[in-house]
């Protein structure tokens, strides 16, 4: 069985990201929106909420697995772990980071709380799966109507109420748009919904008194595909206009599905209508429902994004604790002698290869993360989400959320196979929380978008609209860092593979592009390859960067000089060890071939 305190939070690279890195005190806290942070209150945020999340909110992380919810009679009872660490995030405060302040919250910057996310998300991940009802308490009061924002907002706040997302159908799976829920208008923005939803998490639940579903469904008449869907409001519990509970709602689980991780998190089948009318309310009173929906879903998919590089975190701490206690072998210089003592495995070469191989990826991943919200924070500061000013922002967030989601949750699945290697054949048993973690880890390249999901909308939606404006504007700061003298001698190798990954990815690019003439199947077959590359540039930019600052760092804070040579050898391991792969992925575009799709299915 995994110890309760499995988490093992890597506050240190946090703090370097926010403050040594990005500079938040300067770039966002105090400024526009988030005028009332300031660096000392939110180094206190992130130390404060690690603590809880390491005492109060991990201890149930095998509990929720061994001793999963259960459904009974349309209820699904949590095991009390479980509830006992929700309630311990709400206690926390940490619900109150995100809302703005006229709905009651502190208003910090996405930067920060998605920091503060990390750490939730990597102590427990299901626990992370109840607290939705705070981003869908915010986009009712940025896109509902006045009376409906009176109706719910108030008391979902205050009751902790909370919210899901609902998509998904049995039929349709990954393709929304073959959704066949159906709403029929009864009056008002009130309407009917009939149909059954899968794979809905936290549709069911007894850790709070109401839920509230956001629901995509095609009203009666509406035209086929996505275009046709609305987005409606529609509680477990009715709400009425003063925001009082009412009666229960025609919305029932009828089935629980049974995963192979993640299972403190409920996975429901939903049967709306069947029996007793499913009333919602029509958001905004507007059929818009796709592109209200993406305000939930971009947030979900950086969500996920974030999650795998949590737990490849907590993994690579895990796995090096036990490779600094684990004695077995003698120093490989001395393997001969029968009478060399034994030593520590991290002595072992093989070891330190995967030890810096999770070191170098989970700092990747983070600096990858960070900088992403880093843009949102400006976007913010610049009007917000579609606002003319931030137009340029909001394209470069949009253009690095495939990255997050896509590469994160692929990378950090195979590095958790490194993370169990270092333990050996002890890795293979649920006494240590690596065998759990790659069950909860896998879900992530699956929810929210597949990784060619990613792909295709990286390369089909965000980079083909403005005809890879962004793109390149992106690689553009790449090519300046690589040109640079940034950290002297110290760092010329590293910008020089830099540079020669960059020019490589930049041939790949065109290679594609210029393969769609003949086929869009090459996106089809060459498409993750090309996202896992671009993704690895950009990780490979934001280490040297963090190598240089490390390098300065080091010489005004001597006695933090082991945490600033470990960022250096982060940074000199990725481009020495992933960086040169990029030519490996360049010739293999340049070589896709269609005669895979001429295959008969026969043949397969």
């Avoid at 030890?355 to 913010?380: N, Y």
């Avoid at 050996?424 to 880890?441: F, H, K, M, T, V």
Wanted: hydrophobic share 40%.
């Amino acid at each position: 069985m995994s110890s309760p305190n499995h988490y093992k939070p890597n506050l240190r690279d946090l703090q370097f990201n926010l403050f040594e890195f990005l500079d938040i005190g300067r770039t966002s806290l105090g400024k526009g929106p988030f005028g009332d942070f300031d660096e000392t209150a939110a180094r206190q945020t992130l130390e404060t909420f690690a603590q809880v999340c390491v005492n109060e909110i991990a201890p149930s992380f095998a509990e929720a697995d061994q001793h999963p919810p259960v459904l009974e009679n349309g209820k699904v009872t949590l095991p009390p772990g479980l509830k006992r660490a929700i309630h311990a995030y709400f206690e926390s405060g940490m619900n109150q980071l995100e809302l703005p302040p006229h709905m009651g919250g502190l208003g910090a910057p996405p930067t920060l709380t998605w920091a503060t996310f990390e750490l939730l998300v990597g102590a427990n991940a299901p626990v992370a799966f109840y607290t939705l009802g705070t981003l869908v308490a915010r986009v009712i009061d940025r896109l509902g109507t006045d009376s409906q924002k009176k109706r719910y907002l108030p008391t979902m706040i205050d009751q902790r109420w909370i919210g899901t997302m609902v998509l998904t159908e049995p039929d349709a799976g990954s393709d929304v748009g073959a959704a066949r829920a159906k709403a029929r208008h009864v009056g008002g923005d009130v309407w009917e919904i009939e149909g059954v939803k899968r794979f809905i998490t936290s549709a069911e639940h007894d850790a709070s008194d109401n839920i509230i579903h956001m629901v995509l469904a095609r009203p009666e008449g509406a035209g086929p595909g996505t275009k046709g869907l609305s987005l409606f409001i529609v509680p477990k519990f009715w709400v009425d206009e003063d925001g009082k509970m009412g009666e229960r709602n025609g919305v029932v689980c009828t089935k629980l599905e049974h995963k192979m991780g993640i299972k403190g998190s409920v996975t429901c089948e939903l049967t709306f209508g069947d029996g007793k009318p499913a009333r919602g309310l029509l958001l905004g009173e507007v059929h818009e429902g796709i592109r209200q929906m993406f305000h939930i879903i971009e947030q979900a998919r950086m969500a996920v994004g974030m999650k795998s590089m949590a737990t490849l975190s907590t993994a690579y701490q895990n796995a090096l604790e036990f490779t600094k206690e684990r004695v077995q072998g003698a120093d490989l210089l001395a393997a001969r002698d029968k009478g060399a003592p034994r030593v520590s495995i991290i002595r072992h070469p093989d070891v330190r290869r995967m030890l810096m191989a999770q070191k170098a990826h989970s700092e990747g991943m983070r600096a990858l993360c960070l900088f992403t919200t880093s843009i949102q924070d400006q976007v913010e500061i610049k009007g917000g989400h579609r606002a003319t000013d931030a137009a340029e922002l909001d394209a470069l967030n949009d253009l690095l959320l495939p990255l997050v989601k896509g590469y994160c949750s692929e990378k950090a699945y195979e590095m958790l196979g490194v993370s169990l290697q270092c333990f050996g054949g002890s890795g293979y048993l649920a006494d240590y929380p690596i065998e759990q973690y790659i069950r909860d880890q896998k879900i992530d390249t699956l929810y929210e978008g597949t990784t060619h999901i990613q792909a295709l909308d990286l390369l089909m939606r965000k980079v083909a609209r403005d005809g890879g404006a962004t793109l390149q504007g992106l690689l553009s700061q790449v090519r300046q860092t690589a040109d640079s003298d940034l950290g002297g001698k110290e760092l010329e190798s590293e910008r020089a593979a830099l540079g020669k990954a960059l020019t490589e990815l930049e041939t790949m690019l065109g290679t594609l592009m210029s393969k769609l003439g003949d086929s869009l199947y090459h996106v089809g077959l060459q498409g993750n390859r090309v996202l896992m590359a671009v993704a690895e540039v950009i990780i490979g930019w934001l280490l040297v960067r963090h190598a240089e600052v490390a390098l300065e760092r080091t010489k005004v804070n001597p006695g933090d000089k082991a945490f600033y040579a470990g960022k250096l050898a982060s940074a000199r391991w990725f481009c020495r060890e992933v960086l040169p792969g990029i030519s490996h992925s360049a010739r293999m575009v340049e070589q896709s071939a269609l005669d895979l799709m001429e295959v008969p299915e026969e043949a397969f």
